[in-house]
């Protein structure tokens, strides 16, 4: 766990400085090892051969969030046996679990790789044009893409079965056995107990790099020149809203033209029209300043007079997303906040008056947590150089989107200019048949605040999958797949 | 800010405690205090654990395993007594089946005066939160399920209860009959908690069973466990139509209250024949809807969310399995086919639904039943009808043996009930354990009246209770005489 952490001022560091020691970290130190106790007469007790086998499967894909469901998927299509495991009982991470609704937009033509097409054209079927507008003449929204929180995890569901990928609902990752740089065994809890899925392929879209860091992969977390993580939300959805009465407020009385939609699809933000209606709340005594440090809401598809709202977010100076403890506390004041932000537009929004919260999210909105450390370290320059990449598995240009005062990087690529994320990115040289997708690939906290988006996660998940069952079927390790020698790649660069 | 979190051992104090200010950390608060309550608290073992070393993350008096009804009442009261308490909870928000679960609301124990103090406390709360649990009529609690978990996160900080969110418990250790600590994943990783007293509040008896303590699971007879349930909410419903179209229309008069408090309700093979049975038959007809689909479609109007109603359904066939992870998982996308059936039929058909859309899905299935203990008291059918009263009891209940699919009994007589005694909490294997919720011991039938929230909340009560009385007099949880503990320490008297 933990090696080779590169923030300057690491958890450990300040322990020692502290002169304490423990608490989320492995220690080195044999002294305060207690004897061992005696092992206890049940049948799982979690060492290795003990544990019965649940599953044996291909590929074993770990967290069932946008880039692992689309891995799962995506393999299973390619003819392996596939088994998907969810902490969770619904698919869609923080799409259906966290409420981020809509899935950001790439801001580049051409990004949607197959999985991301067939995944829209089944939300067509069910009568949800997912794309915000096609007209160029918005500004905003460009290709933002709403995914109902239900319906997607009805679809999510569907793919399964139509290609199926063997889901194991509630059951969570506690560790892997490795030996010989391979994983062998995911062990996971279940309602039963301790138990193995064997495969001969890892994906790991837990976004946290557990399974990576079980396994010894280095790691690292949080930007490298403070040592915070990226801000979590904790979003949350209010229904029995009058949306036309809140798009007149907004954009009729307040004069933002932030949104240039109308309902049904409508949003509204703190922009530089609107802040002073937040402020005053401040001054009221009705919000603090972290409550409204950041305020968005967007209307839902399928939803009338339900908001899914972009807030609050916690702040990153008391609350770090790779603590467990910070993590708890978060979720309380979140809670609170939440209900505060709640009260404030009940009170001060027309359309809001009969508004409540309708739905709070079932895992908080973290942006970034740990990164692994890959093949290719992706930095802040590949998205300033709009970097090619021969290997690359999908394009985008959504910014470096870092949610801290003291590090938001303006700078924006020009129009109609994107970069790419390389397969090597998704691989290590430590573990070969582990491939890593989602926010959690090889990126420094910079590159990572630009790749870490909904639907740059989907396609490096639809990418793993493809590789994994390449690599299969060729007898090529997962990390010695070479990308462009995949006949029918997912991508193709652009360089 | 996180007031209650006594843990000294966060990022901040870390901070604090090193010297090292981060950029814009507004340092307050005596770093004294925080220094000796580090040294205190933070072990600074490690643990050995199979082939590795993982870090103790704290030592505390009581560690209550799982955040739903009854663990959270086990927290609340531990804690209010004097204890140093751990909740350890999977989710994000405490309640459990009635907050993570959509189970709405708390069914009625038809049992007069059963409420225990944290049952009134918690209805005292909805009350100033402008919710008002009493529709007039009947004993249910309808709640809100946000509302709720707010409550419960203010409850235990009022009562100083640390609570462990998105944690899962894996495993324990345990030498002489005592369990030594829980092994706990984390998103940091596996971390060990050292307790005086754990309480399994599982719902599912894992630390129990982890711990080799006797269990059950389902009916003897057939093997099955109860139904899972997969609940789910519906908004943009015309209530006030509804309410015309079932209330007045159909003549169904199974519900007694009236709007906001309004209920519909629909159960195949029942003796009670319910209005809705052919609107549903219909659907099995038009190929609509599956036989299974129709069997049961029961919906609630929650306060405080207009136009949304909790759907008590759907129940998903007995042939999934509530103690079986792939098969529970099957249930999961099986339920969720289901529901979306149900919604679809509901919304082409029934008048107030036009409009409707499914607003949210439970996180957790609705298990109603899954393992249960082999405690020093085994409870059993007979104890429901024979009104068993016993010297040690912690609460009070009168629900019917709601087995569904397996049986149905009749109800007590008006006035009558049954006490749940505080040794089908406890084991003869393991001393500092107490098992609260809807896995104590009993046998499948009992358990199938013994599971509701309210019971459950009173149960996890008297055990936070007995678990600071225990430490602060030192007695051993299973040893423990809840007779013998001060009337007005109890939070229930049989009245034998």
Known sequence: MEKNFLIPISRRELLKLAGVTAVGVALGSDKNVEAAETPKPQNFSFNGAQIPTLLRADVCVCGGGPSGTAAAVTAARNGLKVVLIEQGTVLGGLQTQGLVYPAMPTKVLNSDTPYITDLNKRFAMHGINVSFTDDAKYKNGGDAREYTPELLAFIYDELCADYNVEVLYNATLIGANTSGGKISAAIVHTVEGLSKIEANIFIDATGDATLSRFAGVKVERGSEHTGRNQKMSFRFEMGGVEEMKVYKFFVKKLKDGWCETKPPEFEFAKTTHTEKFYYEGIQRGEVTKDDVAYIQAFTILGKPGVMSMNCPEVSPYLYSSTSALDRSKAIRQGRIMIRRLAHFFRKNIPGFKNAYISREASMLGVRESWRIHGKYYMTGEDYFNAQKFPDAVCRSAYPIDIHDEVLNLEKKLAKGEFYEIPYRALITNEISNLIVVGRCISANFAAQAAVRIQPSCMSMGEAAGIAAAYGLKNGIAANAVDWMSIPNRSYVSAG | ?496
């Open chain 2, 1 to 496: 800010m996180a007031q209650g979190f006594s843990f000294p051992i966060s990022r901040r104090d870390l901070l604090k405690l090193a010297g090292v200010t981060a950029a814009g950390v507004v340092l307050s608060g005596s770093v004294e205090i925080n220094r000796a309550e580090a040294a205190e608290k933070i072990s600074g073992a490690a643990i050995k654990y199979g082939d590795k070393k993982i870090p103790v993350l704290c030592s505390v008096d009581v560690c209550i395993c799982g955040g739903g009804p009854a663990g959270t009442a086990a927290a609340v009261n531990a804690a209010k007594n004097g204890a140093e308490t751990l909740l350890i909870e999977r989710g994000i928000a405490l309640g459990g089946l009635g907050v993570l679960g959509c189970v709405y609301p708390f069914m009625d124990t038809h049992a007069p005066n059963s409420d225990t103090p944290y049952l009134v406390e918690l209805k005292n709360r909805l009350r100033a939160k402008g919710i008002e649990p009493f529709d007039g009529v009947t004993q249910q609690t309808w709640h809100n399920p946000e509302i709720l978990a707010e409550i419960h996160d203010e409850m235990c900080a009022e009562a100083g209860v640390n609570i462990l969110y998105q944690a899962v418990v894996v495993d324990s250790i345990s030498s002489g009959g005592k369990i030594s600590a829980v092994i706990v994943q984390t998103i940091a990783g596996l971390t060990a908690v050292k307790a005086k007293i754990f309480i399994d509040a599982t719902g599912d008896a894992y630390l129990a069973r982890n711990a080799g303590v006797d269990y059950e699971r389902g009916y003897e007879k057939t093997g099955n466990n109860q139904p899972l349930s997969f609940r789910f909410e519906m908004g943009g419903i015309d209530t006030e139509k509804l309410y015309k179209y079932v209330a007045i229309e159909l003549q169904e008069d199974w519900c007694k209250s009236k709007l906001p408090y309004f209920e519909i309700a629909e159960a195949m093979h029942r003796k009670q024949r319910y209005k809705l049975e052919d609107f549903m038959a219909r659907g099995v007809e038009s190929g609509e809807i599956t036989q299974d689909e129709a069997e049961y479609m029961q919906g609630y109007t929650i306060i405080g969310k207009n136009g949304v109603m909790s759907m008590n359904c759907p129940e998903i066939p007995v042939k999934f399995s509530a103690t079986d992870p792939v098969s529970y998982s099957k249930a999961v996308s099986f339920g969720r086919k289901m529901m979306r059936n149900i919604a679809r039929y509901l919304i082409k058909h029934l008048p107030g639904f036009e409009n409707a859309f499914i607003s949210r899905e439970a996180v957790m299935l609705g298990a109603r039943e899954s393992w249960r203990i082999k405690g020093k008291y085994y409870m059993v059918e007979d104890d429901y009808h024979n009104q068993s009263r016993f010297p040690d009891a912690v609460c009070r209940t009168a629900w019917f043996i709601d087995a569904h699919g397996e049986k149905v009994s009749e109800k007590l007589p008006a006035g009558g009930f049954y006490e749940i005694p505080y040794r089908a909490l406890v084991t003869d294997k393991i001393s500092n354990l107490i098992v609260a919720g809807r896995c104590i011991s009993a046998s499948f039938i009992l358990q199938a009246s013994m599971r509701i929230q309210p019971t459950c909340a009173s149960i996890g009560e008297a055990a936070g209770i007995a678990a600071a009385y225990g430490l602060e007099n030192g007695i051993a949880a299973n040893a423990i005489d809840w007779a013998k503990i001060p009337a007005h320490i109890r939070s229930y008297v049989s009245k034998g």
